[in-house]
């Protein structure tokens, strides 16, 4: 996408009204023994009556002369900044999807650089876990998209059962889907259809972009059906 379509889309920014809260501060990490002061925690944000949640990583770099866009570490919601949140909300509405009708979230709610604490990714995720859970039970959503494989991999850890679902129709080429959709049953009760798709930033191009719009609109087919 190029820096005029970005532009064009500037509408689709989401409203800070529009995110949740939990425990402000969040304690689970220094309980942990991480260095964290647990004021920044970035929730997830969107229509509490959604039927479609949304899950990427972790929050994002910010570029502060970006006049929208900038990023998770500013704007403390999910996928905000220009290259994939506003990539993946303008993806969503190419597919008919309401961008502001689903909910994102992130797998880690710290806002935080791994490097200036020493901690992982794989530390943190298991510390926000309870976090999601609380997000997915809340929400209660018929269908789950996991963006990138990280989030895929943490997602899964939380699934008490897992069925496979009839195959479906789905590009899978140009790094647009990291797997089959699968049905997923979890802790809180709540039963969800998975669906794997790689992060936004690999969507250049208009064969990706059409690849990747043409799967959202196979997402928005079922969610009616459901």
Request: with cysteine.
């Amino acid at each position: 996408m190029k820096n005029e379509e970005y532009n064009a889309y500037n509408d689709l920014f989401p409203s800070v009204e529009q995110s949740f809260a939990f425990e402000t501060p969040c304690l689970v990490c220094r309980q942990n023994g991480y260095a964290f002061t647990g004021k920044d925690c970035i929730w997830g944000n969107g229509n509490v009556d959604a039927n479609i949640m949304i899950i990427g990583k972790d929050s994002a770099g910010a570029d502060t002369k970006e006049p929208v866009w900038k990023g998770s570490r500013v704007t403390l919601m999910p996928l905000t900044n220009k290259k994939t949140g506003a990539k993946m909300r303008i993806l969503l509405h190419k597919a008919d999807i309401d961008p502001f009708s689903v909910v994102i979230t992130n797998t880690v709610k710290c806002n935080i650089g791994y490097d200036d604490f020493n901690v992982s990714y794989t530390q943190l995720v298991k510390s926000c876990s309870r976090y999601l859970t609380q997000e997915i039970r809340r929400i209660h959503p018929k269908m789950i998209i996991t963006l990138g494989a990280d989030a895929q991999k943490s997602l899964n850890s939380l699934c008490t059962a897992r069925h496979a679902l009839a195959i479906i129709n789905i590009a899978s080429n140009e790094l647009l889907a990291n797997a089959p959709p699968f049905l997923g049953t979890f802790a809180s009760g709540v039963t969800a259809e998975i669906w794997n798709f790689k992060h936004p930033s690999y969507v250049e191009g208009e064969t990706r972009e059409c690849h990747y719009v043409n799967n959202l609109k196979t997402i928005q087919q079922r969610r009616d059906t459901l």
